[in-house]
């Protein structure tokens, strides 16, 4: 029962937050409420007991995405209003309409094979045997986050360039 319940506050706090960052005017506060979203989602990871996705969703998602959306938001002038003159609303919600019907119509019209003979779930323990062992992918993962420091600081450089 405490399941079901936490299920329905996450699910509704995600839909929430969807909603706010697409109906909002303001981009910072419509990027808080993503990481919001995000960790919402997090939270569905762990009644799942998908730990591992959960610690990704934390730490990619709200560490790494949406801090540079925030730093993006920041360093950029004159986005803080939103764009005034919204001349596709209408086309978007259609668009947005028939995108999610046609999501759904899959989803219904699938038919969904069940694997009976799966190997036991693996979860932080092996994928920790994967990323850690001798022919393990701890050297992207590594390279990833180098990756996005060296995005950030060349953005604030070219932030930096154009101030003066």
Do not use: H
């Amino acid at each position: 029962m405490g399941q079901v319940i936490a299920f329905w506050i996450f699910a509704v706090a995600i839909v929430g937050a969807a909603l706010g960052v697409v109906l909002l005017k303001n981009v910072f506060r419509a990027a808080i409420l993503l990481i919001t979203c995000f960790l919402g989602v997090a939270g569905i990871f762990i009644l799942l007991s998908a730990d591992f996705l959960a610690a990704m969703q934390i730490l990619i998602y709200v560490g790494a995405i949406a801090i540079l959306v925030i730093l993006a938001i920041m360093l950029t002038r004159e986005l803080s209003i939103g764009s005034p003159s919204n001349k596709f609303k209408i086309p978007a919600l259609i668009i947005a309409v028939l995108f999610g019907a046609g999501i759904i119509l899959t989803v219904i019209n699938t038919k969904w094979l069940i694997n009976t003979n799966a190997p036991a779930p693996t979860t932080t323990s092996g994928l920790a045997v994967k990323l850690f062992s001798k022919d393990g992918f701890i050297l992207p993962v590594e390279i990833i986050p180098t990756i996005l420091l060296a995005t950030i600081l060349g953005a604030i450089v070219l932030i930096k360039d154009k101030k003066k």
